[in-house]
Nanobody, 121 residues
């Protein structure tokens, strides 16, 4: 079992940057793939990015590739999402997730409570 707590959401203007963090506890952190998903009002939750156990393999969804960057610190049990050149369509609740394998096509086993990101124009 792993508990995930996100932080760093907020209100930002178009073109700005935000950094989300997720702190994990309760289990061996580097046993898990870590990722970020988001859900906008009225839409399904969607994959944003993931990083494998060692940090050597990273995937991004097409809408965020080149603007968002995921990283992890296995010594501190944290994963971060650096979001640059934000757009109004990035507005959503962002969820940290943990799973035993890639989350690209599998639903994560563990979720955080979510943090709101609002991009204003």
């Amino acid at each position: 079992q792993v508990q995930l707590v996100e932080s760093g959401g907020g209100l930002v203007q178009v073109g700005g940057s935000l950094r989300l963090s997720c702190a994990a506890s309760g289990s061996t952190f580097d046993n898990y793939f870590m990722g970020w998903f988001r859900q906008a009002p009225g839409k399904e939750r969607e994959f944003v990015a993931e990083i494998n156990r060692s940090g050597g393999i990273i995937k991004y969804s097409d809408p965020v590739g080149g603007r968002f960057f995921i990283s992890r610190d296995n010594a501190k049990n944290t994963v971060a999402l650096q979001m640059n050149r934000l757009k109004p369509e990035d507005t959503a609740t962002y969820y940290c997730a943990a799973h035993f394998s890639s989350m690209w096509s599998e639903r994560p086993a563990y979720w955080g409570q979510g943090t709101q990101v609002t991009v204003s124009s």
